[in-house]
């Protein structure tokens, strides 16, 4: 079956940057996105490449996509307290599905 | 107001219980589904419906059943609650107009935390 990998945690310091990878197995996925869960609160879509795009950037986020290797990083630059959360990367399964990672969880500190 | 809104937040009951958690959604959207979050597993979509008429089962239904009263409303019930059914819910939605039909973003309600004992 299809699945979706990611490290469960992440811990970096205030300013730095922080990398959150992801390994994927449906090479025919056109898009893939990350979410990102706040504490108590439901998911939120945060950005999305699609699959003929190696890179996309948007403001402080930069996503990173190897499809030979099915491989999608998502950096953030210049983390902050308030990126300090859950994120999950999805892929697109038959265009009917989202088939999530297991969540790698930031903690971000002063 | 809130876009995909699920009722109730909290719940605990116990083993054998029948429970329902609802979901509605003003955004319009024809697509709906239920997901179960639990921790070191990430989300696993249980059941999905693509209009009033279409229920699908997702990667693990077994112990859920769903209803879809109308566009905007998609009922999760579990039958006879087990613990290890505890676990976050969210219900979520999608919509098909003005988007590549491989485009697949999704709302999320704020969850429902369920606890059986």
């Known amino acids: 079956g299809e699945d979706v990998e990611q490290s469960l945690f992440l811990s970096v310091r205030e300013g730095d940057s922080s990398v959150i990878n992801c390994t994927y197995t449906d090479s025919s996925s056109t898009y893939l996105y990350w979410y990102k869960q706040e504490p108590g609160a439901g998911l939120q879509l945060l950005t999305y490449i699609f699959s003929n795009m190696d890179m996309k950037q948007d403001q402080r986020l930069t996503v990173l996509l190897n499809k030979k290797d099915k491989h999608l990083s998502l950096r953030i630059a210049d983390t902050q307290t308030g990126d300090s959360a859950i994120y999950f990367c999805?892929?697109?399964?038959?265009?009917?599905?989202?088939?999530f990672g297991t969540g790698t969880r930031l903690q971000v500190f002063p | 107001d809130a876009d995909v809104t699920q009722t109730p937040r909290n719940r605990i009951t116990k083993t054998g219980k029948r429970i329902m958690l609802e979901c509605s959604q003003t955004k319009g959207h024809d697509r709906m589904y239920w997901y179960r979050q639990d921790p070191g597993l990430g989300l696993r979509l249980i059941y999905y419906?693509?209009?009033?008429?279409?229920?699908n089962k997702g990667e693990i239904s077994d112990g859920y059943s769903v209803s879809r009263q109308a566009q905007a409303k998609f009922s999760l019930s579990l039958e006879s609650a087990i613990p290890n059914q505890t676990a976050l819910y969210f219900c979520?939605?999608?919509?098909?107009?003005?988007?590549?039909?491989?485009?697949?973003?999704?709302?999320f309600g704020p969850g429902t935390r369920l606890t059986v004992l």
């Open positions: 999805a892929e697109s399964y038959n265009t009917d599905k989202l088939i």
């Open positions: 979520a939605t999608s919509g098909t107009s003005g988007r590549p039909s491989s485009y697949n973003e999704q709302f």
């Open positions: 419906s693509f209009d009033v008429k279409d229920i």
